[in-house]
């Protein structure tokens, strides 16, 4: 069994002029699309939060991460990235070279 | 709001998947009902009085239009979110299906080989060639295309394309995403209710989404659904099983039909035509009009042609040509409709025309008036919004 790729085969179409502005667009897209993903579960947390007599507000703004959370939180963070840049893959062969982030780059932003 | 698919192949998504599938229904419907109206104004304010002054008169036709839209930064950006809102409707779907591969292609056969109430056969024939038009192109910027298979006994193409019209029509083909066939089967059972039809058969069927009304509004036909994708075949006869429909699946290719002559009531399709090349349509004319019964009725779903659209209207169609991996959609749409019939043997004098409101969406009384009006040709004349009218052709073979 295999895994059925995501992107299209072929040419991707080029509609503006200035160099780079197609895929500012994609990202630009792709990054409302996770924003209202966000706002959405957030909206969902506090209410089933708040159904169960919890105020969680608080709670959110005194909490400490720990290294494992961190570490997590890297990674999504990393994901999300990924997928907000995706349309720059196979549009400047340079961008292919670029992995994931440093693995402890998150950690220091975090401590930051 | 995106619902899950109403038969026993939905897989649920995680909650943040289908939020992005909420997502990306919303964006298509911005651009298709709201961006395409103020590239419309655009046009008449702004481009059309340019190419005015320019040339001292109109743009001709749509490629004049096309061409002087181009530079336009609106259309640029109507464009661009448009082709990638088309990307994000397969990516959004994909990972479900990925995830669940295993697991669709157990239920899909559990349902096909399974005691259901309904009937319905599926043949595959793996000696059916894919055609190139197909294997070479990834039709719609879908991964893949139609014919890709990835695991035995593979559904897997079947469960994109019915996630990913879920997305992609925004609620506007109804819950069953079947509106076409919906409106095409009631339109010839209530304008021509002394036809009645006992062999029915759907070309490029896909999933069986258009040929399942036809079982359900003839439920005395043998309705058959050919395609020369196997895993769409596979899904589609599940499918129809889940939703209790006798249906025959077939892989067959459209432009070579293993079925006798004269055999045949309706030869159906829809929205298939603009995926073939030249050649291969009028083929699959000649075909039909071989199998089709003396009286028999050759109907078909599709785009308007170009000769009786505006410039506008045209070069607004016409897009999906140029930027959704769709390369013989202009090149059909610019063919005289009465002209491929008649090549094919079929009498100019049958052809008819014909525009109906959405049948799952519009009162039954207001449907069949509508239908009985005829073509209209203007802005909502195939064009996929909130107020579409579904266009299509047919033609009797003489009795």
């Not at chain 1, 996770?34 to 507000?57: H, N, P, S």
């Not at chain 2, 040339?55 to 109507?78: K, Q």
């Not at chain 2, 897997?156 to 079947?178: C, E, H, K, L, P």
């Not at chain 2, 603009?274 to 071989?290: Q, V, W």
Request: aromatic letters at 12%; charged letters at 25%; a negative charge.
């Amino acid at each position: 069994m295999s895994q059925i790729p995501m992107k299209h085969r072929g040419k991707q179409p080029r509609f503006f002029a200035a160099e780079g502005v197609d895929e500012l667009v994609s990202m630009v897209l792709e990054l409302t699309t996770e924003v209202w993903v966000v706002k959405k579960r957030l909206y969902l947390l506090e209410k089933v939060a708040g159904d169960q007599g919890i105020d969680l507000t608080p709670s959110i703004e005194n909490y400490d991460l720990d290294e494992q959370e961190i570490k997590d939180l890297d990674a999504m963070r990393s994901h999300l990235i990924k997928r907000i840049l995706r349309a720059t893959e196979g549009s400047y062969s340079s961008t292919q070279r670029v992995k994931d982030g440093p693995a402890d780059a998150g950690q220091n932003a975090e401590a930051a | 709001m995106i619902k899950n698919l109403p038969h026993d192949l939905a897989m649920p998504p995680h909650r943040d998947e289908r939020t992005r599938q909420e997502f990306v229904a919303s964006l298509r419907h911005h651009v298709l009902d709201g961006m395409s109206h103020s590239m419309r104004d655009r046009y008449e304010n702004v481009v059309k009085p340019d190419f005015e002054k320019a040339h001292g008169r109109e743009p001709a036709d749509g490629e004049e239009v096309h061409d002087a839209m181009l530079g336009d930064p609106y259309f640029c950006f109507y464009s661009s979110v448009r082709y990638n809102a088309q990307q994000m409707v397969h990516q959004s779907v994909i990972p479900l299906v990925n995830r669940n591969l295993e697991a669709i292609n157990e239920k899909a056969k559990a349902l096909r080989e399974g005691d259901t109430s309904a009937g319905g056969t599926l043949t595959l024939n793996p000696d059916v060639e894919i055609p190139r038009s197909v294997s070479s192109i990834d039709v719609h910027l879908t991964p893949g295309s139609y014919h890709s298979e990835y695991a035995e006994d593979d559904a897997s193409t079947g469960a994109i394309y019915d996630n990913s019209i879920n997305v992609f029509a925004f609620n506007q083909m109804g819950r069953y995403t079947n509106d076409i066939g919906m409106s095409f089967a009631n339109f010839i059972k209530a304008v021509y209710p002394e036809f009645e039809p006992k062999k029915i058969l759907d070309a490029g069927c896909t999933i069986g989404h258009n040929t399942v009304p036809w079982a359900q509004t003839f439920p005395e036909a043998e309705v058959t659904g050919i395609d020369i994708a196997p895993a769409l075949l596979r899904y589609g006869s599940a499918r129809a099983k889940s939703l209790g429909a006798t249906v025959n699946f077939t892989q067959m290719d459209a432009t070579k039909l293993d079925i006798e002559d004269e055999s045949v009531d309706v030869v159906f399709s829809s929205m298939f035509l603009h995926e073939l090349p030249l050649k291969d349509i009028r083929k699959y004319f000649k075909e039909a009009f071989r199998v089709l019964k003396p009286g028999g009725l050759f109907l078909t779903m599709e785009l308007p042609p170009n000769n009786k659209m505006g410039a506008y209207e045209s070069f607004y169609l016409d897009w999906d040509c140029f930027y959704n991996k769709e390369p013989y959609y202009k090149p059909f749409r610019d063919q005289d409709y009465v002209q491929l019939c008649t090549d094919a043997g079929f009498n100019e004098n049958q052809f008819f025309e014909t525009e109906l409101p959405r049948f799952t969406f519009t009162p039954y009384e207001s449907f069949v008036e509508q239908a009985k009006q005829g073509p209209v040709f203007d802005g909502s004349t195939g064009r996929f919004s909130e107020e579409i009218r579904w266009y299509g052709f047919g033609v009797w073979k003489d009795a």
